[in-house]
């Protein structure tokens, strides 16, 4: 289950029991919340019996981001061992997808960019790190193990395995994820 796995990358990074991390972290909240009502999004029941429970899903979503600073449509697409380093300030579109073991930062958007044939939102592979504050944008994408600098804006590919800064962001190193992510 991704949830389970969303769990242990908590409990790896703070040495603290899962029971603690779910009670303390608001980046666990907003995934619970996402996890289940995406469940619901992608399962086969039948419709008369789906969107009423997406309606309330909205609804429980939107406390969420009010509670946390945490925006996660059930309609985003991310994998397993997803972590939230700080809550606030966090939009994730609702077409994103993003790859497991991912880690985002407080203040991150991943959100919809860019003109005519350019216009989209990206796709983000595997042990991606995203630092503070960074907006990445636009039909991009994200290769796995790239670093994303804090503060960073990202508007174009960033290949696998490098690490981009600054705005709009440009590679600075071949230096990949491994130190950032457990």
Known sequence: ??????????TDY????????LLTQQGLWALLQYRFFNWIYTSSLPKILKWPILGIG????KGIEVLTGITIPYSATIGEGFYIGHHSGIIINAGAIIGKNCNISQGVTIGVSGRGDKRGIPV??????IG???TVAGKINIGDKAVIGANSLVVTDVAAGTTVVGVPAVKVSNNDSADYIL
């Open 1 to 10: 289950m991704k949830f389970s796995k969303d769990i242990k990358r908590y």
């Open 14 to 21: 703070s040495g603290k029991p899962a029971i603690i991390m």
């Open 58 to 61: 909205v609804l429980k979503l």
């Open 132 to 134: 503070a504050n960074a």
């Open 124 to 129: 983000i592979g595997d042990y991606v790190y």
